[in-house]
């Protein structure tokens, strides 16, 4: 378990049929586990934030869950990474082309505000090219990654259907519904950011790793999200269902859902600025 996890996290509830046998093996391969993938690409953290020259104090905020401020520091912090859940091949020469592709796509969507000016569409062929169905195969593989490394770490055996499908064997991503979607929100807080405070540094998002009960009250999967900026990226895993779901893998074009979070609206972010409310306000 992570130091940064939460402590509450019901991994006790974990049925022991889906509990992982050792923790100290590569979810993927079954090596010994020895690399630590980074929870957000490092592209990502710094496309967002900036190369180089960490922020002043080298501080960035990253969000855990519902509005629960979390501090790392730079690019290579531990609380950007996942525990030792894979192996450095599996991490680094086996998962390339799928880190790639979502270079490629987060890389796209931060930088073209035509999809967010087009109520939030975009074209897989639009960011990969004539190659897009292979790219796509790709990019859902780097989500599973994801998936898998968060899965691992809070000590649940990745299903062998998953690393099937990992290793290039079927479609859809078994056992998995992924859903993108766009939070207004955080969208709003992006524009606030950048025009009242001057600030382009975006934002990364990592949920917290909840466990899903059936309606009988027993435990029937997980279920967490990512992302950047307005982007989400949500999953849940279900350790018996095996059938795979997602609102982007049916064609080229993806309309991507919106959404505001619990109970906020338009203009509310202007009301909950912590910059905007501060007592010490910069000069
Ligand atoms: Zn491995
Ligand atoms: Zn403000």
Request: aromatic share 12%; net charge neutral; with cysteine.
């Amino acid at each position: 378990m992570a130091p940064d996890e939460d402590a509450s996290d019901p991994q006790s509830l974990i049925p022991v049929s889906m509990r992982s046998a050792s923790a100290d093996r590569c979810w993927w391969c079954g090596g010994f586990a020895d690399s630590r993938e980074h929870r957000h690409k490092r592209s990502d953290v710094v496309g967002t934030f900036g190369g180089g020259r960490w922020t002043d104090g080298g501080v960035v905020r990253v969000v855990s869950g519902r509005n629960r401020p979390d501090y790392i520091q730079g690019p290579n912090s531990g609380k950007l990474k996942f525990p030792k859940v894979l192996c450095t091949s599996c991490n680094n020469s086996s998962s390339q082309a799928f880190d790639l592709a979502y270079e490629a796509f987060s890389q796209y969507l931060r930088e073209n505000a035509r999809v967010v000016d087009d109520g939030f569409r975009f074209k897989f062929s639009d960011v990969y090219g004539s190659d897009w169905r292979i790219h796509r195969e790709e990019l859902v593989r780097y989500f599973v990654k994801h998936v898998g490394c968060r899965l691992a770490e809070v000590g649940i055996a990745v299903p062998d259907a998953l690393i099937d499908f990992m290793n290039g064997k079927g479609r859809r991503a078994p056992h998995l519904n992924m859903q993108m979607s766009a939070n207004l929100s955080k969208l709003e807080m992006g524009r606030h950011m950048s025009r009242v405070h001057g600030s382009n540094e975006g934002s990364l998002w990592l949920g917290d790793h909840e466990l899903l009960l059936g309606r009988d009250g027993s435990p029937g999967g997980t279920q967490s999200f990512f992302g950047f900026d307005w982007f989400t990226l949500s999953w849940g895993f279900s350790f018996t269902w095996r059938r795979g779901q997602s609102n982007f893998y049916h064609s080229d074009k993806v309309e991507i859902p919106q959404f505001w979070p619990g109970g906020m609206a338009a203009g509310d972010v202007e009301r909950v600025c912590v910059d905007c409310n501060s007592i010490e306000k910069k000069a």
